[in-house]
């Protein structure tokens, strides 16, 4: 009898995990991808371009310029008062930790710019992620690099495309394909 009971409960838990299961359906993007899609992200990288050459350039020239200028009043002792030499001396560092580590300082500008420039872009396509979603009844949108192998009916790259009215671009063909 206990058996008989175990294979009923198992039988039951069986039958309720299918009908769990049967009620979740996944979807998949990856939203660099719809974001790369929209004609504005041609305009950032000129701007961010931009930003380079008007504003990251010609603070790191001001920068060195004036690393210079108090280290050259540093230097010459004979025209400088020691309070002042004293205060530059306390800068000079400063300056020193800028200059050497100005690649990652312009890097992490550039990325905080790109963020704010593309966060408008980011919204639209996550919002209209979350639209197809509802539309065609996925559960669970996940981000295509979770996945190692996944049915090309779940990804909603075309989906989401259309519902922003993007173009997608053509298709490359496999290699060895004709």
């Known amino acids: 009898m206990k058996k008989l009971l175990t294979a009923i409960a198992i039988t039951g838990l069986l039958a309720f995990s299918g009908s769990a299961n049967a009620q979740t359906k996944i979807g998949y993007i990856?939203?660099?991808?719809?974001?790369?899609?929209?004609p504005d992200v041609d305009k950032?990288?000129?701007?961010?371009?931009?930003?380079?050459?008007d504003t990251l350039n010609p603070e790191y020239a001001s920068l060195v310029q004036?690393?210079?200028?108090?280290?050259?009043?540093?230097?010459?002792?004979?025209?400088?008062?020691?309070?002042?030499?004293?205060?530059?001396?306390?800068?000079?560092p400063g300056y020193i930790y800028q200059i050497q580590n100005w690649q990652q300082i312009s890097n992490q500008?550039?990325?905080?710019?790109?963020n704010e420039l593309l966060a408008p872009l980011?919204?639209?396509?996550?919002?209209?992620?979350?639209?197809?979603?509802?539309?065609?009844?996925?559960?669970?949108?996940?981000?295509?690099?979770?996945?190692?192998?996944?049915?090309?009916?779940?990804?909603?790259?075309?989906?989401?495309?259309?519902?922003?009215?993007?173009?997608?671009?053509p298709a490359n063909p496999a290699p060895g394909a004709k």
């Open 109 to 114: 500008a550039m990325e905080a710019k790109q």
């Open 44 to 53: 950032i990288d000129s701007i961010l371009q931009q930003y380079q050459v």
């Open 30 to 38: 990856k939203i660099d991808d719809v974001v790369s899609l929209f």
């Open 66 to 92: 004036r690393y210079q200028w108090d280290d050259s009043l540093y230097r010459d002792s004979t025209k400088t008062p020691k309070a002042v030499r004293d205060e530059i001396a306390k800068k000079l």
């Open 122 to 169: 980011y919204r639209k396509a996550y919002d209209a992620i979350k639209l197809v979603a509802k539309e065609k009844g996925y559960t669970h949108v996940m981000s295509k690099e979770a996945f190692l192998v996944a049915p090309d009916g779940d990804d909603m790259l075309a989906a989401v495309a259309a519902k922003l009215k993007l173009k997608l671009p």
